[in-house]
Structures are given as structure tokens and as C-alpha cells.
């Protein structure tokens, strides 16, 4: 079974500080990794995923994540934080190898970034 | 990037009467669409996966019957929620495909209020 853990529900950063948005899993085989974001009553937007290769991936908006096979982990980090930044973000994760199953979401984490 | 237009946006209705949510991806032919719901301060919860021309795969505890998935072409799927409840008052989002999970596109939501 596939799993996602978003361990803390809401992470506050002063703007300009880096950020950490953290993301571990739980697959049998090779993990498809996403950061989605979204916007109050709004659908999600993609950030990043990871499919293979380099282990630091780059995304939209200044995001990266970095895939950690051995800690099963793949937190969201950007540098510098804005305001702008703060949104719920979610973690998802789907086997490589069960098909197209559908993505598994964790619960997301409330960013909030305070001027 | 692709475009997915979920509409309405907003819809609040009475008790008993239902209410049809259209998902459509607008350039491009989504083989797989996705529909979600997500209660407030949660995460997605995947309701059902339905794929062009054929019927819906429904997650376990989601009533097929009360929540109508059609998806005649491939670029539209609906979802109607048949005689709707206070308790189906909830964030509706769906989500569009063109080749796997890889690739996957999502509306902007819709807030139903069931009075």
C-alpha cells in the first residue's frame, strides 16, 4: 500500500528565511514523488515531482524538494520565503510500478510567511 | 501548461435537489479524469476514477449512486450529486490525465453548500 505523512500541520517562517515543508512515504517499489500547492478555494497547483534521476529536484516558484531514498523522505525547501509562498502544500506519492493507480495525498501543511 | 476548467465554482442549493459539476480539459484529450473531495483542514480524498467511454471506478465508501460520474468524451466528465444533503457540503475538485499520473492537471474547485 502507498502511504504519505505530512508531519506538521502548520510550519510559520519569517520572509526572507529559508523554509522546510516536510514529506515522507511509504511505497513497495520505486516512488513517483509530487508537491502540489494550493490557494485558498482553489484547485491545486503542480510544483515539482520526482520520477528519476538527480535526487534535487526544481520547481516552480523558487521550490525545490530533495529525494532521499535511504530516509524515504522528500521535503519541500525554498531559500527565501514570501508571503506569497503561504498556501497549503501537499505531498503525494504513487508507485512506479502499480499501474495508474491514483496519486496518494498526505493531509498538506499550512505554510504561513510573516512579513 | 495544460488547462483544466472545473465549473461552477460556487453552488449552493436546497436539500433534495442535485447538482452536476463539469470538468473539462481544454487543450487536451484527458483519457482519465480523477474527482476528489476535501473537507476543510484535510486532504484529497479520491471519490472515483473514470475513463472515457467506460464506467467509473469508485473508492470504497463512496456511494455510485449518489455521486454520478459521466465521462462521454474526452474532454469532459461530470459529476452530479444526486439528491444532495448538508453532508455532501464539501470542496469538489477534479483532475485530468493525458498519459498517467505523470501528467496530471487539476480544475479550480468547486465550494458546494447544501442548505
Known amino acids: 500500500a502507498q502511504s504519505v505523512a505530512q508531519p506538521e500541520d502548520q510550519v510559520n517562517v519569517a520572509e526572507g528565511n529559508p523554509l522546510t515543508v516536510k514529506c515522507t512515504y511509504s511505497v513497495s517499489g520505486n516512488p513517483y514523488l509530487f508537491w502540489y500547492v494550493q490557494y485558498p478555494n482553489r484547485g491545486l497547483q503542480f510544483l515539482l515531482k520526482y520520477i528519476t534521476g538527480d535526487n534535487l529536484v526544481k520547481g516552480s516558484y523558487g521550490f525545490e524538494a530533495e529525494f532521499n531514498k535511504s530516509q524515504t523522505s522528500f521535503h519541500l525547501k525554498k531559500p527565501s520565503a514570501l508571503v506569497s509562498d503561504s498556501a497549503l502544500y501537499f505531498c503525494a506519492v504513487r508507485d512506479v510500478n502499480s499501474g495508474n493507480t491514483p496519486l496518494v495525498f498526505g493531509k498538506g501543511t499550512r505554510l504561513s510567511v510573516i512579513a | 501548461g495544460a488547462v483544466v476548467s472545473q465549473h461552477p465554482s460556487w453552488v449552493i442549493c436546497k436539500s433534495g435537489t442535485s447538482v452536476k459539476i463539469e470538468c473539462r480539459s481544454l487543450d487536451f484529450q484527458a483519457t482519465t479524469m480523477f474527482w476528489y473531495r476535501q473537507f476543510p483542514k484535510q486532504s484529497l480524498m479520491l471519490m472515483a476514477t473514470s475513463n472515457e467511454g467506460s464506467k467509473a471506478t469508485y473508492e470504497q465508501g463512496v456511494e455510485k449512486d449518489k455521486f454520478l460520474i459521466n465521462h462521454a468524451s474526452l474532454t469532459l466528465s461530470t459529476l452530479t450529486v444526486t439528491s444532495a444533503h448538508p453532508e455532501d457540503s464539501s470542496f469538489y475538485i477534479c483532475?485530468?490525465?493525458?498519459?498517467?499520473?505523470?501528467?496530471?492537471?487539476f480544475g479550480s474547485g468547486t465550494q458546494l453548500s447544501v442548505l
Open positions: 483532475s485530468a490525465s493525458n498519459g498517467g499520473q505523470e501528467k496530471l492537471f
